[in-house]
């Protein structure tokens, strides 16, 4: 690892070095800037170390593991004998580890400096990294987030939050969940295959409350069918753990049992103590206040990723990253549309999307708005994997697809042409032209526009 000289200039300093940051600096050394890239824990950051990596090899874990439970539905007579708890961590922390050794291997390539240490911001030119002073003709904030919880709920023992349950020695027997968004419900999911009782518990009426009601429904209704509880409507009172396990208490006075209680409530900007503020960074609720351009109230400072109010995803990071970079070396690129990009959670069923649900069109568009949804009981390839789900198509009338919303096995991987569809302003009839092969899940979109285009063929008009 190399680190910078007192006082060094560059064209970039870059406080963090997750997906917003190290794209920013790829991108920046790419167009013959100079960057300091500043990490104080491992370059890839929450994403690649306790994120986005190691929670979808769990959940291919958990698909292995459901596999060979339900092997007997494919003919093969299969058994599942258990989880090695070990084993599986030891196949997480491989990929995890390949992942950052080749972006480590990118970035010592680009000529990037790698500065090891707490960056704290001192102005709109200067970053300090434990006494050395970075200048920096531009300076980008991608300090990224934290896992939240909630006031006098202590993480610790058996009350964990992502981070904690990413490592955990053996698969317990009954987990709570608390908060039903993506995280919660992935390790709802995760759980459930390894073999636990889970119950999650949302505050908000319905699951994945950011999503279309339809998908909160055909969700709830899929992890009914998995034996997994939900609970919405309900506040937590208080947690009390022993030796045993973790007491729930939810208003007004019902308990629950559990051996762990997952926290999932949610992410928040890792921002205080940086001195963004002190230096003159306009901030709200700990997030930084960007314009479109995603330039802070400080001149020549930028900010990307998950400090950014709007959606906490990875690629958006990652775009917004590359965004600054080419906004910084003068190239006047597109706004990255927070609309516009692609959401996906990797439960059991999948949910994946892409623009506005049916109740947002409804009410920027009012009746000139309409969908469409194809059950997936249709599609052939769906069949032969056994699972259930569909594909809704929101549209303006006469107009433009603006909304695409996907549940079922393996939908993330559809998720591409959705945003393509979406971004690209494209007619059923545009999309209903062209072929999709057969037999995929892709399909279902083309049957999907098809039905929408007037011209059904396996689905009713």
């Known amino acids: 690892m190399q680190s910078a000289s007192p006082r060094q200039a560059y064209d970039l300093v870059i406080l963090g070095g997750g997906s917003g940051g190290y794209a920013c600096a790829l991108r920046a050394a790419e ?32 698909e292995v593991a459901d596999a060979a439970r339900e092997s007997h539905r494919f003919g093969v007579r299969a058994t599942l004998k258990s989880i090695d708890m070990a084993a599986v961590h030891a196949y997480k922390d491989g990929v995890v580890g390949r992942l950052h050794k080749g972006l480590q291997g990118l970035v010592g390539a680009a000529g990037i400096e790698l500065v090891s240490g707490t960056g704290t911001l001192r102005s709109a030119t200067e970053v300090e990294v434990e006494g050395r002073v970075l200048s920096g003709r531009h300076i980008v904030l991608a300090t990224g987030s934290f896992a939240r919880s909630l006031p006098d709920l202590p993480i610790g023992g058996r009350i964990v939050t992502s981070d904690e349950a990413l490592t955990l020695s053996e698969v317990p027997d009954r987990v709570v969940v608390l908060g039903g968004g993506v995280i919660g419900v992935e390790f709802a999911s995760i759980f459930a295959s390894l073999g636990s009782a889970v119950t999650v518990l949302e505050a908000l009426p319905r699951l994945v409350a950011g999503e279309d009601e339809d998908v909160s429904t055909q969700l709830h209704r899929a992890f009914r069918k998995r034996g997994i509880t939900t609970r919405t409507g309900v506040s937590l009172q208080s947690a009390e753990q022993d030796g045993e396990g973790v007491t729930i208490t939810l208003e007004p006075d019902e308990q629950l049992r559990a051996d762990v209680l997952l926290v999932a409530v949610g992410r928040g900007p890792r921002t205080e103590g940086l001195g963004f503020a002190e230096a003159g960074v306009a901030m709200e609720r700990g997030f930084v206040s960007t314009d479109a351009r995603l330039r802070t109230s400080l001149p020549g400072v930028y900010a990307v990723g998950d400090i950014v109010p709007g959606l906490q995803l990875a690629h958006r990071g990652f775009a917004q990253g590359v965004f600054v970079a080419e906004e910084i070396a003068g190239l006047e690129p597109a706004v990255v549309q927070e609309e516009g990009i692609p959401r996906v959670t990797y439960s059991d069923p999948e949910i994946a999307s892409v623009g506005l649900t049916q109740a947002q069109a409804q009410e920027r568009y009012g009746a000139a708005s309409s969908s469409y949804t194809y059950n997936l009981a249709g599609n052939g390839k769906s069949q032969i994997l056994g699972t259930a789900g569909f594909v809704k198509l929101v549209r303006v009338d006469d107009g433009p697809v603006v909304g695409v919303h996907m549940v079922g096995s393996r939908v993330s991987e559809q998720v591409g042409e959705a945003q393509l569809i979406v971004n690209w302003e494209a007619l059923p009839e545009d999309v209903a032209a062209h072929v999709h092969a057969h037999p995929t899940q892709n399909e279902a979109l083309g049957e999907a526009h098809l039905a929408l285009a007037g011209k059904p063929l396996h689905a009713h008009g």
């Not at 500043?38 to 690649?48: A, F, I, K, P, Y």
């Not at 306790?50 to 874990?61: D, E, N, S, V, Y």
């Open 31 to 62: 167009l013959g800037l100079t960057v300091a890239l500043v990490e104080r824990d491992l370059l890839g950051g929450t994403c690649l170390h306790r994120g986005c990596i190691p929670t979808k090899a769990l959940l291919h874990t958990a």
